[in-house]
C-alpha cells in the first residue's frame, strides 16, 4: 500500500484538459504557448539586436514577416510527414487546417520561417545571419515554451515507463462522451498509462542550449551566424535521441521516423557551416554598417539631398545670392 502510494506521489499528472471556454469561445493551452513563446522570441532578440548595435524596432518589422511564414511552414511541414492523419479513406483532409489542435514540424518553421526573416531583412538592409544570431536563444526558449503546449494536450510521450518522473495519461471524453485527447476533459484522475515525459526532456533540453549558445557567443564573440548554427546543431543533437523515445504515429523510413534522420542531417549541415563560417572573421559590427550605410541626414531627420539635386539648387536662381 505504501509502495504504491510513493509510486502515485512521486509520477507527473497531466492537466485535466488543454481547452477551456469563455462563453462560445476556446482558449487553447497550445495555442496560447505558442504565442507566448513568440512574444518571448521578439523581446529577447530585440534586446539582442540593439545589444549588438542594431536598432530597437528591427526584430518586430522582422517579426511581421517571419512569424507568418513560420506557422505556415511548421503546418506544411507536419501535414506532409504525417499526411496518413488527414489523407485517405475515412479521413478529412480540411481537418489539416486546425492548427489549433497541434501539429508543427519546427524544421518547416525555421524554413519557412527564414525566407521571411530573409524578405524583413532585405527591405531594411539588415545582414540575415547577424538578425539569426540575435535571434536564436530566443527561437530555442520559444519551442521549449511551446512544448507545454503539448503537455496539456497528453501528447508526443514515449512509452511506458517506472521511473519517478513518468507522466500520467487520463482518458478524456467530451460532453457528448466521445473519447477525445484533445478537446475532452478527463474523467477522473486514474492514469490509463504512466509515460515517458518526452516533451519535457525536449523542454530541458531547449533551455540547456539556450544557456549553451548564450555562453558561447559571449565567450567567443560569435558571429556570421555561427550562434544560429551552434543552436540548430544543440537543438538537433537532443531531438535525435528524444525523437527515438517517442511512440506516437509518424511517417517512417526504414523502420525509423523521419525527424531522426532528418535530425542527423540538420545537424551535420549546421556543423559545417559554424565551421566554415569561422573564416569570415570577427562578429559583425551592426553599429558600423549602419553608420556607413546610412544617407548623411537620414539619422537626423533632414532630407537627403544626392549629388545632382545639389548641383541643381546651386545653378538655380534662387539659391544665386546678390553680390
Known amino acids: 500500500m505504501l509502495n504504491g502510494l ?31 513563446g513568440i512574444i518571448v522570441a521578439i523581446w529577447w532578440g530585440e534586446r539582442r539586436w540593439v545589444e549588438r548595435g542594431g536598432i530597437k524596432g528591427d526584430v518586430t518589422d522582422i517579426a511581421v514577416w517571419a512569424v507568418p511564414f513560420g506557422l505556415v511552414g511548421g503546418r506544411l511541414y507536419h501535414v506532409i510527414t504525417d499526411n496518413q492523419k488527414y489523407f485517405g479513406p475515412g479521413k478529412n483532409p480540411l481537418t489539416a487546417l486546425e492548427i ?67 507522466l500520467e495519461i487520463y482518458r478524456r471524453v467530451t460532453p457528448e462522451g466521445r473519447e477525445d485527447a484533445l478537446a475532452g476533459v478527463a474523467i477522473d484522475h486514474t492514469p490509463i498509462q504512466v509515460v515517458h515525459p518526452t516533451f519535457l526532456y525536449e523542454l530541458l533540453w531547449n533551455l540547456g542550449v539556450a544557456l549553451l549558445i548564450v555562453w558561447a557567443d559571449r565567450k567567443f564573440r560569435l558571429g556570421h551566424g555561427r550562434v544560429f548554427a551552434l543552436y540548430v546543431a544543440g537543438y538537433t543533437a537532443g531531438r535525435f535521441w528524444i525523437e527515438l523515445m517517442r511512440t506516437d504515429e509518424a511517417t517512417l523510413i526504414l523502420g525509423t521516423r523521419v525527424n531522426v534522420f532528418v535530425s542527423a542531417l540538420v545537424f551535420l549541415g549546421a556543423v559545417a557551416y559554424f565551421i566554415i563560417a569561422r573564416s569570415r572573421g570577427e562578429r559583425e559590427d551592426i553599429a558600423a554598417s549602419r553608420a556607413t550605410d546610412t544617407p548623411v541626414g537620414e539619422a537626423t531627420g533632414e532630407p537627403v539631398v544626392d549629388a545632382g539635386d545639389a548641383k541643381d539648387q546651386k545653378d538655380s536662381p534662387e539659391s544665386v545670392k546678390p553680390e
Open 6 to 36: 510513493n509510486a502515485v506521489l512521486a509520477t507527473i499528472p497531466s492537466p485535466d484538459r488543454g481547452v477551456w471556454f469563455l462563453g462560445p469561445l476556446p482558449l487553447r493551452a497550445y495555442a496560447l504557448c505558442i504565442i507566448a
Open 100 to 166: 489549433w489542435n497541434g501539429g508543427l514540424g519546427i524544421w518547416g518553421a525555421i524554413a519557412l520561417g527564414a525566407v521571411g526573416a530573409w524578405i524583413g531583412c532585405r527591405r531594411k538592409g539588415i545582414p540575415l545571419p547577424a538578425m539569426a544570431d540575435a535571434l536564436a536563444p530566443g527561437i530555442v526558449v520559444a519551442q521549449a515554451i511551446g512544448r507545454l503546449g503539448n503537455y496539456f494536450n497528453q501528447e508526443l510521450y514515449g512509452g511506458d515507463t517506472t521511473l519517478p518522473w513518468g
